[in-house]
């Protein structure tokens, strides 16, 4: 399988960004929707992208936002991936993919088909609790046919203490965090991100 990738999300401050990237994450996240409690403005996310070294992936995170308005933000920041929590449709995604990599977040459920998501053009796919950012985690059990996918990415509720366990369950190429790395919504807990980091890597 390799190492997991790890995304530290709704990230709204320097210091925090600065704090994923020296723990050893993989990318950091930044929620332009504005009905999130981590939601950041384009001016401080690029400020946050630009203390960033040039080795730590760019994340932003959209909910049925206007498409030139994602684009926009993709050129200002230079993001390299953009992450789809609404409904967005295939068309959609598919222009965007003409200016970055994107993902497909869903929320899960034990009626959701996996066959139903692959002709959606993303390039990978994120499962999600059914409130995203809700720190609420899914059945992963009940999650199994998606063990494996290609490119897959767990969230959800997932916390220093049980990532490996959501590793071993789905075996995901990638983790994502936000709620359960921090002290209270969008300020971030060094240790826990640092723990998060370390176990989530150490398999």
Not at 133 to 161: H, I, N, V, Y
């Amino acid at each position: 399988m390799g190492a997991v990738r790890v995304k530290i999300c709704g990230v709204t401050r320097t210091e925090d960004a600065l704090l994923a990237e020296a723990a050893g994450a993989d990318a950091v996240g930044f929620i332009f929707a504005e009905r999130s409690k981590r939601h950041v403005t384009l001016e401080a996310a690029r400020e946050m992208s630009a203390a960033l070294g040039p080795f730590i992936a760019r994340v932003g995170v959209f909910v049925d936002a206007p498409f030139e308005e994602v684009v926009a933000c993709v050129r200002a920041l230079r993001l390299d991936a953009v992450q789809l929590h609404g409904g967005e449709d295939a068309p959609y995604a598919a222009a965007l993919q003409r200016h970055v990599r994107v993902v497909r977040a869903v929320g899960f459920s034990p009626e959701l088909d996996p066959a139903a998501l692959s002709g959606y053009p993303a390039d990978a796919l994120l499962l999600d609790g059914l409130t995203p950012g809700s720190g609420e985690r899914f059945s992963w059990a009940a999650a199994a046919a998606f063990r494996g996918w290609p490119r897959l990415l767990l969230a959800g509720g997932l916390t220093p203490d049980n990532v490996a366990a959501g590793i071993a369950a789905l075996r995901p190429y990638g983790v994502d965090v936000a709620s359960g790395v921090e002290l209270r919504p969008g300020v971030k807990d060094p240790r826990k991100v640092q723990d998060f980091v370390r176990a989530a890597k150490s398999l």
